[in-house]
C-alpha cells in the first residue's frame, strides 16, 4: 500500500487530494512541520533526511519526495481516472508546464511570507509578486473551469493547496473572480473534502 506523509495544510495536502480522486489504497500519516515526530514517536528525519512533506513510500519502499513528481505518479497508476493526459501528448507537457509554475512562482512565492524573521518591506514585495502571478492566472482561468480546460487534473490539486494560503499570509484574491469560482469548484469535490476532512481543515 502507499504511504503518504503529509503536514496538516501544506503543500502535501495536494497529493492527499490526489490519492482521494485516484481511489487507490493509501495510508495518511501525519508529519507535522513543527515537530518532526510522528504519532509512534519516530523522527521523520530518519525516513526523510530532507525533513519535508510531502513524502510518498510506495509498497516496495521506494520513495518520491517532490508533489509535482508525486501526483504525476499517481495518475499515471490510474489512467482510466484522466488525472493527467497520457505521456507524449502535448496536454501532458501542458500540464507540466502549470505543476512548474505553480510550484516556482506560486508556491516558493508564499514561502517568504512564512518566514517570520523577513523584514516588512520584504515581505511587501514578495505579496506583490505573488499577486501579480495570481492576476495572470485569473486571468487563464476565464472561460475554463480547470486549468487544462474542462477536465480535473493533478495541477488543480496543487492550485486549490497553495491558494488556500492566501487568507494566512495576507494576500487577498477576493477580487479574482475566475480564481474565486475555480476555488469553490474544487472545493466541492468529494475527494477534496475527504482530504480536507482528514487533515482537520474541513469548514
Avoid at 70 to 90: C, F, H, R, S, W
Avoid at 118 to 142: C, S, Y
Wanted: hydrophobic share 45%; glycine share 8%.
Amino acid at each position: 500500500m502507499l504511504k503518504l506523509y503529509y503536514s496538516p495544510g501544506a503543500c502535501s495536502l495536494s497529493p492527499h487530494i490526489v490519492l482521494h480522486e485516484s481511489g487507490l489504497p493509501f495510508e495518511a500519516i501525519p508529519a507535522p512541520t513543527k515537530t518532526h515526530q510522528l504519532p509512534d514517536g519516530t523522527d521523520y528525519y530518519t525516513i526523510n533526511p530532507l525533513g519535508y512533506v510531502p513524502l510518498l513510500v510506495m509498497p516496495d519502499g521506494e520513495k518520491l519526495r517532490e508533489g509535482p513528481a508525486i501526483v504525476q505518479y499517481i495518475a499515471d497508476q490510474v489512467p482510466e481516472k484522466n488525472l493527467a493526459p497520457a505521456y507524449g501528448t502535448l496536454g501532458r507537457y501542458r500540464l507540466m508546464e502549470w505543476l512548474t509554475f505553480i510550484g516556482t512562482e506560486v508556491h516558493k512565492g508564499f514561502s517568504p511570507l512564512f518566514n517570520p524573521a523577513m523584514p516588512a518591506e520584504a515581505k511587501q514585495l514578495a505579496k506583490d509578486r505573488l499577486r501579480q502571478r495570481l492576476q495572470w492566472v485569473d486571468g487563464e482561468l476565464a472561460g475554463k473551469p480547470h486549468l487544462l480546460g474542462d477536465t480535473f487534473s493533478v495541477a488543480d490539486a496543487y492550485l486549490f493547496t497553495v491558494t488556500n494560503w492566501a487568507g494566512a499570509v495576507g494576500v487577498d484574491i477576493a477580487d479574482l473572480a475566475h480564481l474565486q469560482a475555480f476555488r469553490a469548484r474544487v472545493a466541492a469535490r468529494p475527494a477534496v473534502q475527504a482530504a480536507l476532512k482528514a487533515e482537520g481543515l474541513a469548514r
